[in-house]
C-alpha cells in the first residue's frame, strides 16, 4: 500500500505552495535542487515544508490538495500553525444570504 502526502512549502518571497507526492523526502529534495527551472518553486528557493499530511488513498490526497490550493492565505496559515478554531471561523460562509443570517434581513 502506498502513503500519499500533501505538503505546503513557504518560499523565500513568503508565498506558499501546495503539492502532492508519494516519496515526501524525494519531491523536497527536488524542489531544493531547483530540478525544473520553469515550476513556481525554482526562482523562489529556498523553501520551508511547513505542512505536510498523509494519505492511504491517493483520491483523498488529490481532493485535500485542490481544497487548499482554493484557499486563502490567513487559511492557509491556520492549518498550518494547527489553529483549528481559526480555521473554522474562516471556512464559515459570510454571504449575507447564507442561512445563519437569513432571519435578519426579514
Not at 52 to 75: C, H, M, P, S
Not at 94 to 99: I, L
Request: aromatic residues 16%; hydrophobic residues 25%.
Amino acid at each position: 500500500m502506498h502513503s500519499y502526502y500533501v505538503y505546503i512549502l513557504k518560499c523565500s518571497d513568503q508565498s506558499y505552495y501546495t503539492g502532492i507526492t508519494n516519496d515526501l523526502e524525494k519531491r523536497i529534495e527536488q524542489h531544493q535542487s531547483g530540478c525544473k527551472k520553469n515550476s513556481y518553486t525554482y526562482n523562489r528557493r529556498p523553501l520551508e515544508l511547513v505542512f505536510y499530511q498523509k494519505f492511504n488513498d491517493v483520491l483523498q490526497a488529490i481532493y485535500f490538495e485542490k481544497k487548499i490550493k482554493g484557499w486563502t492565505r490567513r487559511k492557509k496559515e491556520a492549518l498550518i500553525c494547527g489553529d483549528d478554531k481559526m480555521l473554522q471561523i474562516l471556512s464559515e460562509c459570510r454571504n449575507a444570504t447564507h442561512y445563519k443570517y437569513y432571519d435578519r434581513y426579514e
